[in-house]
C-alpha cells in the first residue's frame, strides 16, 4: 500500500527517465572512450553572485605538438538535456560565415601571435610599436573550423499546451535559454579559471605551448529540427546538429557565442570533427613553430613586467 505522500519505486524510475541523469551517464563513456578526461557537474563561480553553480560535463582531450610538453587541447563544455518536446531552431545562411571563425574561444600560451607579414625579426612594425594576431587568425580557422560552414541560428522554440485539449504552443522555454547561458558562464569561468592559475616561467625558461580550445555544445535526447521559410512557405527538418549564435551583453563587453546543438546520436561523429579540426591546427603549429616561440618569449617577458591591476588574461588575451 502505498503511502501518502511518497514516491513509488515505479514513480522514480519514470522520473528519473523523464530527466537528464541517464544522458550524462551515456555521454560520459563515449567521450572517455574517445580519449577525454571528463568531469561531471562541475563547479564553477556564477559571474553576478560568486555562487557555486554546476555544469552537467567537462571533458579535455590533448595533443602534442614538438615537444613533450608542448600541447593543444581540445575542451568540451556541455549541457545535457532530455528535452521532451522537439527543439525548433530558425535557422538562416549568413553572407559573413566566414568570419564565424572569430567566435572561436580560446585561452593558453599563446592566445595571441606575432604578426610576421610586418614584423621585423623581434616582432616589430615599421613604427615600432608590435603587431599581433589572435590564435583563430593564426590557425587560419577559417579554412576549416566548422563554424564557418553552414546555416546558423539565432532563435530557438519548443511547444507545450495547458491541457490535453488545448491547442499546442510554440514558447522560448527557460529550460533551453538557462542552459545556453550556463554554456557561456562556464566557459567563460574556465577562461578565467586558466589565467588565474598561471604561474610564469622563471628568469631564462621557456614557456611550453599550452592552448586551450572550447567548444560549447548542448546535447539533447530528443528530437531535434530546423526551421526555414523556403518560398513562402515554412519547412522543418530533423538535424542531428544545428550552429546557434547566442550574443551576450554584460558592463564590460558584448561578445557573441557559437554554441553546437547536437543529438546524442551525433556525439561520436562530432567528437570526429573536432579531432580532425584539431589536428588541422597542430599542423600548423608545427609548421610557424618559429613564431610561436617567439610570441611565447615575447608575451612572457611582458607579463614579467605587467602593471597593478592587469591580469595575466588582459596580457595574454588578443
Known sequence: MKKEGIITTKEMKGAILRSGYLLEQ??????????????????YPDPFTGKSREIDIEALSASKI???????????????????QPLVFFIKDSPISFLFYEEVKSAGIPSKFIESKISTKHGYSIKGKKSYIGLSDFLNFKKYHHYCKGPVSTQYCTFTRKNIQSPWIAFHSEIQHDSLTNLVFA????????????ILPRENEEDNINIEVFYPVLILQSDLYSA???????ELKKNNHIQYRKEYFSKEKQTTYQIDVIL?????????????????AKKILKRKIKIVRESIEDLTEIARKKKGGETFRDIFEF
Open 228 to 234: 526555414q521559410i523556403i518560398k513562402g512557405k515554412l
Open 26 to 43: 551515456r555521454v560520459e563513456p563515449i567521450l572517455e572512450k574517445a580519449g577525454y578526461a571528463v568531469t561531471t557537474n562541475a563547479a
Open 66 to 84: 614538438s615537444r613533450d610538453f608542448d600541447f593543444i587541447f581540445p575542451y568540451l563544455i556541455c549541457e545535457c538535456e532530455n528535452n521532451h
Open 187 to 198: 566557459l567563460e569561468a574556465k577562461i578565467d579559471e586558466y589565467y588565474d592559475s598561471y
Open 264 to 280: 546524442e546520436s551525433f556525439l561520436p561523429k562530432y567528437i570526429k570533427m573536432i579531432d580532425k579540426e584539431m589536428e588541422d
